[in-house]
Every structure is written in structure tokens, then in C-alpha cells.
T-cell receptor, first 113, second 119 residues
Framework: DVKVTQSSRYLVKRTGEKVFLECVQD?????MFWYRQDPGLGLRLIYF???????EKGDIPEGYSVSREKKERFSLILESASTNQTSMYLC????????????FGQGTRLTVV | AQKVTQAQTEISVVEKEDVTLDCVYE???????LFWYKQPPSGELVFLIR??????QNEISGRYSWNFQKSTSSFNFTITASQVVDSAVYFC????????????????FGKGTHLIIQP
């Protein structure tokens, strides 16, 4: 089975902190994604990556950056956390983005205080 | 721009009733893919089905069935004889197939329908 693992289930950080959310997949997928999920808004794409060291902005990239140094690992970085970044963050991976299904991690619920 | 609308925010039915979750999409492409995902209370999204724009055949998998109609841009999901374990948030999603060199494409999700099955 495909496994997408996010490093933390729950995180509490202070405003202004630099925050790293880590995601690892074990199926050699080319494509990886970060979404955030908010009540009433569904899932929105923050960033995606289609190869190592390659990245593209999604719909809401402001305030975020990403890093993909190895194929299996995709990190989401909040440079200076703010309270409006309190949310559920979901990582996903897929063989061919837009064509095959994406497999999701269990999510990280981040609270910024 | 592509868009997915799930007009039903929340549906509550009694166990064993049939229930249909609606999904309407917008896209200008002729090649696209539609998906349904289930998100149980544990939080992890679970893939249910994928359908490409050239395949309008309905699909049945056990108690689940999907009705894809390009004429109305809809991809509805029906659960027959619902069970408490079906309680979850269900998401419909759309992806357009970009041309070569376009890189990866993320899914565009609807806002989800919270399905509550009461015993």
C-alpha cells in the first residue's frame, strides 16, 4: 500500500516562528502536493512538486515555501507563522498528477497562537 | 478556470436509506479527470473513484455508484442502503490534463459534503 506520512499530527507554534511540516512517501511517486483544509473552503493547493528540486505555486502560496531535496520528501515551510495560517495541512503524492489518484497523509493540524 | 461545486454542505439520513451526493464541475478542457474522496473523522482522505472525460459509463462498486453526465457537467455519487460507517466528509475533485512540459497539476476540490448516517 502507498504510504504518505506526515511528521506531526498536531502542532502548536507561536506567531513569528519558522515552521517546518514534513511529508514522506514510500512509493517513488514523482509528484507531491501540499494542501490546506479549512471549514467551508474545502482543500486548497498551496504548492506542488513534479520532480526533485522542482516546485510550482498552487492557488494560495503566499506566506509559504517548499523544499524537495529528495524524491520521497516534501517539506512545507511557514517562514513566519501567523494566526491566519492555523489550519489542517494535508500532503499528497501521485504517479502522474492530474491523471492518477493522489494518496494523502493523515494531516497536520497546526495552531498558531 | 476549473471549478467544482458541491451544493450540499451537510446531509443527514437514517441508516439504510439511499443518499446521493451532488457534484457539478466547470472546465473549458475536453480532457479532464473527476475524482471522489472520502474523509472519515480520522482525517485521512481516501480515494474512491476516478473517471476520465471520455468515459461516461456509470460505475457501481458494492453499495456505491457514480453517475457521470457530461451534458449536465455532473458526477454524482450514490450510496445505497447507507451505514453508520459511511459517515464522513465526501469531496469531489477535478483535474485538467495539461500539455507536455506543463509540470504537475493539483486537484481542484469542491468544499465537501458532510454526510451523517444516524443509526
Amino acid at each position: 500500500d502507498v504510504k504518505v506520512t506526515q511528521s506531526s499530527r498536531y502542532l502548536v507554534k507561536r506567531t513569528g516562528e519558522k515552521v517546518f511540516l514534513e511529508c514522506v512517501q514510500d512509493m517513488d511517486h514523482e509528484n507531491m502536493f501540499w494542501y490546506r483544509q479549512d471549514p467551508g473552503l474545502g482543500l486548497r493547493l498551496i504548492y506542488f512538486s513534479y520532480d526533485v528540486k522542482m516546485k510550482e505555486k498552487g492557488d494560495i502560496p503566499e506566506g509559504y515555501s517548499v523544499s524537495r531535496e529528495k524524491k520521497e520528501r516534501f517539506s512545507l515551510i511557514l517562514e513566519s507563522a501567523s494566526t491566519n495560517q492555523t489550519s489542517m495541512y494535508l500532503c499528497a503524492s501521485s504517479w502522474e498528477a492530474g491523471y492518477t489518484e493522489a494518496f494523502f497523509g493523515q494531516g497536520t493540524r497546526l495552531t498558531v497562537v | 478556470a476549473q471549478k467544482v461545486t458541491q451544493a450540499q454542505t451537510e446531509i443527514s439520513v437514517v441508516e439504510k436509506e439511499d443518499v446521493t451526493l451532488d457534484c457539478v464541475y466547470e472546465t473549458r478542457d475536453t480532457t479532464y479527470y473527476l475524482f471522489w474522496y472520502k474523509q472519515p473523522p480520522s482525517g485521512e482522505l481516501v480515494f474512491l473513484i476516478r473517471r476520465n472525460s471520455f468515459d461516461e459509463q456509470n460505475e457501481i462498486s458494492g453499495r456505491y455508484s457514480w453517475n457521470f453526465q457530461k451534458s449536465t457537467s455532473s458526477f454524482n455519487f450514490t450510496i445505497t442502503a447507507s451505514q453508520v460507517v459511511d459517515s464522513a466528509v465526501y469531496f469531489c475533485a477535478l483535474s485538467e490534463r495539461k500539455g507536455s512540459g506543463g509540470g504537475a497539476d493539483g486537484l481542484t476540490f469542491g468544499k465537501g459534503t458532510h454526510l451523517i448516517i444516524q443509526p
